[in-house]
């Protein structure tokens, strides 16, 4: 059964949570393609797929819509799963997800989408973030919780088999 598995990252982050969900499929014996999401052309090759994206400012990434509005009919007919980055907190499961993020994930006919913890480090950021960070609840530290990635990739094994 072939996986893909396709996030939007500005700083490498949620790209590695989405590298232990792949990790977890792959060890469940599924064959996973990971790429970007601006270099997927068509998603009917494969038989599911797992979305993820960070959010900065409310927003999900662009590059991530825009593979949705392309492949949104394909995406449909698809098992579609979904994931998010990321509140500075240790217990993100409380944090409501964005309504950008809800609402690409009911273009993709996802009912719940996963959230977890993300990493700010302030060095990595841009002038412009630098600036945005001011207005947004988020403290620089790594929240990420891998191991919880792994372990919800396995659900997704177990939920495809
Ligand atoms: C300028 C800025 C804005 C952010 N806005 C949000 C936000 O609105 N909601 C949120 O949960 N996290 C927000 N974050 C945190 C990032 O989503 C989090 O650090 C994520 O893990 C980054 O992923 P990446 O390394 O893949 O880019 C923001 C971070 C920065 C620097």
Request: proline residues 4%; charged residues 25%; without cysteine.
């Amino acid at each position: 059964m072939q996986v893909l598995v396709s996030v939007s990252s500005r700083h490498g982050g949620t790209r590695e949570l989405g590298g232990r969900v792949a990790d977890a499929l792959r060890d469940r014996g599924y064959d996973v393609d990971q790429v970007e999401p601006d270099e997927v052309e068509h998603v009917h090759p494969y038989d599911a797929v797992v979305l993820g994206t960070s959010v900065y400012v409310g927003r999900v990434g662009l590059d991530l819509k825009d593979l949705v509005e392309r492949q949104g009919a394909s995406l449909r007919d698809r098992k579609v799963w979904m994931f998010w980055s990321g509140p500075a907190t240790d217990d993100p499961e409380h944090v409501a997800a964005p309504e950008d993020v809800e609402s690409v994930a009911h273009a993709v006919g996802v009912a719940r989408v996963q959230v977890f913890g993300g990493r700010v480090e302030r060095e990595a950021l841009s002038i412009t973030e630098r600036s945005l960070v001011a207005l947004v609840p988020v403290e620089p530290g790594d929240h990420r919780d891998l191991a919880a990635a792994y372990a919800w990739g396995s659900q997704i094994a177990a939920a495809l088999s």
